[in-house]
């Protein structure tokens, strides 16, 4: 088993619905990170969380520490959301990351 | 400060060549990792640097893999007699691990192609 697990895979959506994508880990971590990738490849990050919620424009993200799991929110997607979005978890030192959820967000 | 930056972004070498990437990482900070990301997957930890020491290596960088951090600065990447499981995306990363935790902040990567 993954120590760092997502669903759903795969995700379509119509331009203006909200997305969640879930994220479930299973060791000790400090931080959790929501990161998005475009097609070229390069990774931006979206989120660094370690309890709690944040918002930034439409993007929501939170996590529940006792059970082990965070949520990413999109609110009115927009197909330039399409993407992959990775969850990563850490503590001192590197990140583990899920394998991704692709995003496609169609007009 | 313009970033992570990885050099080059794309490279194509036949079996048995050695291959250099480069990185350098946000001036201030101390951390700078290595990732390789396969089709489909998520990236993998091979190996992070703090400062010019290298302090953890993961199993997947076997003996012809090596990496150097050699004033705490940028660093290079180097895979000896390429196989063609090799090809994958290399990423780097940099963060300042001080007090607390901070963000990682990711380069374009480099795509590498072993044919």
């Known amino acids: 088993k993954n120590e760092v697990e997502q669903s759903p895979q795969n995700l379509t959506a119509q331009e203006g619905e909200f997305i969640t994508i879930n994220c479930s880990y299973s060791v000790g971590i400090s931080a959790l990170h929501w990161l998005q990738q475009h097609p070229g490849g390069g990774i931006v990050s979206l989120f660094m969380?370690?309890?709690g919620k944040k918002k930034h424009g439409r993007l929501i993200a939170t996590i529940n520490i006792q059970e082990k799991h965070s949520s990413l929110h999109i609110t009115a997607s927009h197909p330039r959301d399409s993407a992959v979005y990775i969850c990563a978890v850490g503590n001192t030192d590197k990140l583990i990351f899920g394998t991704g959820t692709r995003l496609q967000v169609f007009p | 400060d313009t970033g992570v930056s990885q050099d080059p972004r794309h490279k194509i070498t036949k079996r048995g060549q050695n291959v250099t990437f480069r990185c350098d990482p946000i001036?201030?900070?101390?951390?700078l990792y290595w990732y390789r990301q396969t089709l489909g997957q998520g990236p993998e930890f091979l190996t992070y640097?703090?400062?010019?020491?290298?302090?953890?290596k993961s199993r997947l960088l076997s003996d012809r893999f090596s990496a150097e951090r050699p004033k705490g600065s940028f660093s290079t990447l180097e895979i000896q007699r390429t196989e063609q499981g090799d090809s994958a995306m290399y990423l780097c990363a940099s963060s300042f691990i001080g007090a607390g935790n901070t963000e990682a902040f990711f380069g374009q990567g480099t795509r590498l192609t072993v044919v």
């Open positions: 640097f703090q400062n010019e020491a290298q302090l953890e």
């Open positions: 001036s201030e900070h101390n951390r």
């Open positions: 969380l370690s309890s």
